[in-house]
């Protein structure tokens, strides 16, 4: 789901821009902003049609839901990082809908990549042959946005990444609504 609004998390990228100057990163574009449920990758138009339907299926009876977002992190390799994102502070039913969706389309033979599930934004990606310097160990003790923002989400997305040189389009396949 893309992140409305999106002004406080982009004050908080360029501030870390700023802060982590020092390091390579491939940023995220501020309109690209989401938060994923589920990473499908290459699929067929068949499977996309029958992923539709068990995600319609799966999600019908879900209210909608709010979340608020974190200080960063890292998803790291040793002591290399590799993605630098925001947190996501959100109620079970996040978990919960996430839970039926990882179920519904295990069904097609997908299943998650994700050992525990970490709900995030994602900044940017870390060039690799880097370390976790101080100046990194500093900005991952930022709290959460001050002012705190409340993010209401009513509708899921499923969509199509497509990939450019300037970074990944997104288009919107289906829109599921939330009770």
């Given at each position: 789901?893309?992140?409305?609004?999106?002004?406080?998390?982009?004050?908080?990228?360029?501030?870390?821009?700023?802060?982590l100057?020092?390091?390579?990163?491939?940023?995220?574009?501020?309109?690209?902003?989401?938060?994923?449920?589920?990473?499908?990758?290459?699929?067929?138009?068949?499977?996309?049609?029958v992923?539709q339907?068990?995600?319609?299926?799966?999600?019908?009876?879900?209210?909608?839901?709010?979340?608020?977002?974190?200080?960063?992190?890292v998803?790291?390799?040793?002591?290399?990082?590799?993605?630098?994102?925001?947190?996501i502070?959100a109620?079970?039913?996040?978990?919960?809908?996430?839970?039926?969706?990882?179920?519904?389309?295990?069904?097609?033979?997908?299943?998650?990549?994700?050992?525990?599930?970490?709900?995030?934004?994602?900044?940017?990606?870390?060039?690799?042959?880097?370390e976790?310097?101080?100046?990194?160990?500093?900005?991952?003790?930022?709290?959460?946005?001050?002012?705190?923002?409340?993010?209401?989400?009513?509708?899921?997305?499923?969509?199509?990444?497509?990939?450019?040189?300037?970074?990944?389009?997104?288009?919107?396949?289906?829109?599921?609504?939330l009770?």
């Amino acid at each position: 789901m893309p992140l409305e609004p999106v002004e406080p998390a982009a004050e908080k990228t360029i501030w870390l821009q700023k802060l982590l100057g020092s390091y390579r990163i491939k940023w995220t574009r501020v309109e690209n902003f989401h938060l994923t449920l589920f990473f499908f990758g290459e699929t067929s138009l068949r499977q996309i049609l029958v992923l539709q339907e068990l995600l319609r299926s799966a999600l019908k009876n879900y209210p909608a839901f709010s979340f608020s977002l974190n200080g960063p992190g890292v998803f790291k390799k040793g002591r290399e990082p590799r993605v630098l994102w925001l947190g996501i502070k959100a109620s079970d039913q996040l978990f919960e809908i996430k839970k039926a969706i990882d179920t519904a389309v295990a069904i097609s033979g997908f299943t998650s990549d994700d050992k525990i599930y970490r709900p995030h934004l994602t900044l940017g990606r870390f060039f690799p042959g880097q370390e976790i310097s101080s100046v990194l160990d500093s900005a991952l003790k930022e709290g959460p946005l001050t002012p705190p923002v409340e993010y209401y989400v009513s509708k899921l997305i499923l969509f199509e990444s497509i990939l450019f040189p300037g970074g990944p389009k997104y288009l919107p396949i289906e829109v599921f609504e939330l009770g």
